[in-house]
């Protein structure tokens, strides 16, 4: 099975930082690469796909990069609204496995 | 729009089952998967299984062989999870997703949360 890792584990920023979160899959997935926010008592919410691509609606200020085995969220200025955990997920071969979490707090 | 609406809340003994439902609207159902995703209480997201709805495929999660099955009803655009010989551990909200081959999961249901308790 493909084990999924995410680096930090949480961050403290400010609005208007950049942040950038990394994702490491333990054998290649090429760009099987998903990203998804979840706010406390929420359901998750997918923001990109195939690595680089944005999910319909999700704003420009996210972005994801990487292939094969490294992989990048960056959220470029970061709102009052973008403090939550971060989950990346390889989707290149069964199980699907999820990374632990990233989550971004209020510095 | 798209829209995946669960079941409620349940509240399961020790051994028991559970059945949640997730019914799909605003797309294909059958052009779809449906992925299921839980999250025990301060937990990160662990993949159930994936049911193919155009004809019933289905791929589990090696932890939970046994004790899942996973269903459609075409007629009803509804995706149903049904998890057998409940245990503490299995206490967590339990999504169900879109989920696009080659794109992933896109769009989410509500979530269920299943307590299992004596």
């Known amino acids: 099975d493909i084990q999924m890792t995410q680096s930090p584990s949480s961050l403290s920023a400010s609005v208007g930082d950049r942040v950038t979160i990394t994702c490491r899959a333990s054998?290649?997935?090429?760009?099987?690469l998903a990203w998804f926010q979840q706010k406390p008592g929420k359901a998750p919410k997918s923001l990109i796909y195939?690595?680089?691509s944005l999910q319909s609606g999700v704003p420009s200020k996210f972005s994801g990069s990487g292939s094969g085995t490294d992989f990048t969220l960056t959220i470029s200025s970061l709102q009052p609204e973008d403090f939550a955990t971060y989950y990346c997920?390889?989707?290149?071969?069964?199980?699907?496995?999820f990374g632990p979490g990233t989550k971004v707090d209020i510095k | 729009q798209v829209q995946l609406v669960q079941s409620g809340a349940e509240v399961k003994k020790p051994g028991a089952s559970v059945k949640v439902s997730c019914k799909a609207s605003?797309?294909?159902?059958?052009?779809?998967?449906i992925s299921w995703v839980r999250q025990a209480p301060g937990q990160g997201l662990e993949w159930m299984g994936w049911?193919?709805?155009?004809?019933?495929?289905?791929n589990y999660a090696q932890k939970l062989q046994g004790r899942v099955t996973m269903t459609t009803d075409t007629s009803t655009s509804t995706a149903y999870m049904e998890l057998r010989s409940l245990r503490s551990d299995d206490t967590a909200v339990y999504y169900c997703?879109?989920?696009?081959?080659?794109?992933?999961?896109?769009?989410w249901g509500q979530g269920t949360l299943v307590t299992v308790s004596s």
């Open positions: 997703a879109r989920d696009t081959s080659g794109e992933g999961i896109d769009y």
């Open positions: 605003g797309y294909t159902f059958t052009s779809y998967g």
């Open positions: 049911i193919s709805a155009y004809n019933g495929n289905t």
């Open positions: 054998q290649g997935i090429s760009n099987y």
């Open positions: 195939a690595a680089s």
């Open positions: 997920q390889q989707y290149n071969s069964y199980p699907p496995a």
